[in-house]
């Protein structure tokens, strides 16, 4: 597998800190009690300052033109730092849908904004389960205007987005649609979910005005931007799972048990331990995800070899992440589930976080049906 450059380690170093000046415990506390879930300033630093919002947004929409090796280690650190923004929505979700799934003309007028921060999008596409196949929603033409009717679930950041696209059945077969967030015919229900992190929405269409942005069935161009998200969300995961091994190792070293440290006892140790090998191993599965999307451009891989790879990550990072936050509060003992302490935030993340798209034994039944298994 590839290694990091210089310049990755100078992007993740200017993340790091970006990310302990504005996203520290106090600040993930005030945003998860927010209506929203982010801090508006702090979103626009992210796009002026630090040029997050269009990573991975071509330079010709006002983007930074990177790929997803540098999504990967900006991903990782916001999973770390247990970031309260739409990012994951917005920024590499529903810029994908438009990279893959929509027509120049349309990302030429709705990337720039993203790019800039101005704008937060997020695609709503499930209905019932996590698959594309579950999409029954048909968009109705009549005199030349498209309308949707009918509802959607877990909608990533839908009640802060200004755009949602939306995934509709057509004559031609899946297609992608642009309905503003606040049009009439539009019903967004915040839902009270176990992650007060991450918000999700029940979102409604009742005769709702839609703009068609895809040319054709865009079903291919769809599930791409699905792998490329479950790529971007595992390595928010192995970061998750990172901070919990740092910090569950940190605690050992200084809380004293008859004497000594906790982290001489052997089982102290052994979970440590255990703990180590996993987030080694999630995040090599992160990692190698993000260079086979990356490998794509240049032909040294096939979207065949993305999509193994996301189900591959996203089935581990998952199982890691949520293992590793449970060891934590295992070795901080009574303190780890206390309100006070963020131990629990992050178990609560890693639960979401696994069955957010599926969770590890669906993306292992989907490989294996991929490999023929």
């Known amino acids: 597998m590839q290694s990091f450059t210089e310049e990755h380690d100078e992007l993740r170093a200017t993340v790091r800190q970006f990310l302990a000046d504005r996203s520290d415990e106090q600040a993930v506390r005030t945003q998860m009690a927010s209506d929203t879930g982010f801090d508006p300033d702090v979103w626009q630093q992210l796009a ?79 209905e019932s389960g996590w698959e594309v196949d579950g999409v029954r929603m048909a968009a109705q033409e009549k005199d030349g205007a498209w309308v949707l009717d009918g509802t959607k679930q877990h909608v990533l950041d839908g009640q802060s987005a200004d755009v949602l696209l939306v995934v509709a059945q057509t004559a031609a077969g899946l297609e992608l649609f642009r309905v503003d967030a606040d049009a009439s015919g539009v019903t967004r229900t915040g839902l009270s979910g176990l992650d007060l992190t991450r918000k999700l929405a029940h979102v409604e269409f009742a005769a709702a005005s839609a703009t068609k942005l895809s040319d054709g069935d865009a079903r291919e161009g769809i599930e791409r931007a699905l792998a490329l998200t479950w790529i ?86 998952s199982e890691t992440f949520f293992h590793a936050a449970a060891e ?28 957010l798209f599926g969770d590890a034994a669906h993306h292992r039944e989907r490989l294996a049906g991929r490999l023929g298994i």
């Open 48 to 126: 002026e300052q630090v040029g997050l919002t269009g990573l991975i947004i071509p330079e010709e929409h006002g983007g930074a033109g990177f790929g997803y090796v540098e999504l990967c280690i900006v991903a990782e650190e916001m999973g770390r730092a247990l970031l309260c923004a739409p990012y994951l929505s917005s920024a590499v979700l529903a810029t994908n849908a438009l990279l893959h799934a929509a027509t120049p003309a349309a990302q030429k007028e709705i990337l720039p904004g993203i790019a800039a921060g101005r704008l937060r999008a997020s695609l709503a596409y499930a």
């Open 232 to 317: 971007a969300l595992s390595a928010e995961q192995a970061g998750g799972a990172q901070w919990c091994l740092d910090t569950a190792v940190d605690y050992a070293k200084s809380r004293l048990q008859f004497g000594r440290p906790i982290g001489t006892y052997q089982a102290i140790k052994h979970k440590c331990a255990d703990m180590l090998v996993e987030v080694e191993f999630a995040k090599t599965a992160a990692y190698a995800a993000c260079w086979a999307a990356a490998d794509v451009a240049s032909g040294d891989a096939s979207w065949d070899d993305v999509l193994e790879a996301a189900h591959t990550a996203k089935a581990f990072c």
């Open 328 to 355: 934590n509060i295992q070795i901080h003992g009574g303190m780890g589930f206390t309100w006070e302490h963020p131990a629990h935030l992050y178990f609560k993340r890693a639960k979401a976080s696994d069955l």
